[in-house]
C-alpha cells in the first residue's frame, strides 16, 4: 500500500468507526467515512480539511451501497483499507422478535456488510491489493440468550468472511475477521432496537441483565492501536480478537465447546459419516 492509505469505514460516526477513522486520520491517512447521519463526523471534517469524507449511506440500500463506494473511491482515487463496521443490536428473546425486526437487523449486520464487501473488492483488485476488515464479535462462535439474532448475524459474516479470504487471497486482498470484544459503543443505547418482552421470560431477562452487570466498558479509541498496526502488517492473521479480556473468554468458550464435544464423543462416532 502506498504511505497515505484511503480508507473506507462504515458506521464511523459514533463508536469503534468513529475511532478507526480518528485513528486513521492522525496517521495521515486519508478517509471516507460512511454513515447514516453525517452530522456527527461535520466537526472531525473541519479539523481535517481535504483528508476526511463523509458519506451518507445506508448500507441495507444494496444499490446506495454500491453508489457509495464508487463516490468514496472517487474521493481519493481509489481504496487501501475497507472497515465493514456498522452494525445495530436487536435486542430480546427469539420468540419475542418480530419478522420485521429479525429481517431488519439482519439487513444492517449481516447483508449490509455483504453488499459492502462485493462493492469494494473490484475497486481494490484495481488497486492490486488492500486490506477488507469484517467487524464481527468476540461472541459470535455461540449463541446466548436476549442477544441471539445479534450473534447469528455474526457468525454469518464469520463464516462468509472465511470463503472471502479464500477468494480474495490471490488478488492482494488480505480479509480479517475482527472479533471485537465490549467497548463502550453505544451499542446497547442508540443502536439497539427492543422486542415487547413476554411475560414468560421475565426471570431469565432478569438474570440475563443480572450478568451484563454495571461494569464500565474500554472506550473505542482504546481499540484503535490494535487496528492500526493490524493493517500495516505484511501477513496479517483471518482471525484477530481485539480485547484482552476477551481474547482469555474466547479461548475459555472454545474449551468448554471441546470439553462437550468429548464428553458425547462415543455417541457422535455410532454413525459411520
Known amino acids: 500500500m502506498s504511505k497515505s492509505r484511503i480508507w473506507f469505514i462504515t458506521g464511523a460516526s459514533r463508536g469503534l468507526g468513529r475511532a478507526f477513522a480518528e485513528a486513521a486520520l492522525a496517521a495521515g491517512d486519508r478517509v471516507v467515512a460512511a454513515a447514516r447521519n453525517v452530522e456527527p463526523l461535520e466537526e472531525l471534517a473541519d479539523q481535517h480539511p481535504g483528508r476526511l469524507v463523509p458519506l451518507a449511506l445506508d448500507v441495507a440500500d444494496r444499490g446506495a451501497v454500491f ?3 464508487e463516490r468514496a473511491a472517487a474521493a481519493f482515487g481509489g481504496l487501501d483499507v475497507v472497515v465493514n463496521n456498522a452494525g445495530g443490536m436487536l435486542y430480546g428473546m ?4 418480530t419478522e420485521e425486526q429479525i429481517r431488519a437487523h439482519l439487513d ?3 447483508f449490509g456488510a455483504v453488499w459492502v464487501a462485493q462493492a469494494v473488492l473490484p475497486h481494490l483488485r484495481a488497486r492490486g491489493g488492500g486490506r477488507l476488515l469484517q467487524v464481527t464479535s468476540m461472541g459470535s462462535g455461540g449463541g446466548m440468550a436476549t442477544v441471539g439474532f445479534y450473534g447469528a448475524g455474526k457468525a454469518a459474516l464469520d463464516s462468509v468472511s472465511e470463503a472471502l479470504a479464500m477468494e480474495a487471497e490471490g488478488y492482494g486482498v488480505k480479509v480479517t475477521i475482527v472479533q ?3 467497548y463502550n459503543t453505544g451499542l446497547f443505547t442508540t443502536g439497539t432496537t427492543n422486542t415487547d418482552p413476554l411475560p414468560e421470560y421475565a426471570a431469565l431477562r432478569t438474570r440475563m441483565e443480572e450478568m451484563w452487570g454495571d461494569a464500565v466498558a474500554p472506550e473505542p479509541a482504546t481499540a484503535a492501536p490494535a487496528v492500526m498496526e493490524l493493517v500495516a502488517l505484511p501477513d496479517p492473521p483471518r482471525r484477530l480478537i481485539v480485547g484482552s479480556q476477551s481474547f482469555d473468554h474466547v479461548l ?3 474449551r468448554a465447546q471441546t470439553d462437550a464435544y468429548r464428553s458425547w464423543e462415543h455417541l457422535s462416532r455410532l454413525a459411520p459419516g
Open 108 to 110: 444492517v449486520n449481516f
Open 252 to 254: 475459555e468458550m472454545g
Open 67 to 69: 453508489d457509495g463506494v
Open 94 to 97: 427469539v420468540e419475542e422478535a
Open 180 to 182: 471485537m470484544g465490549g
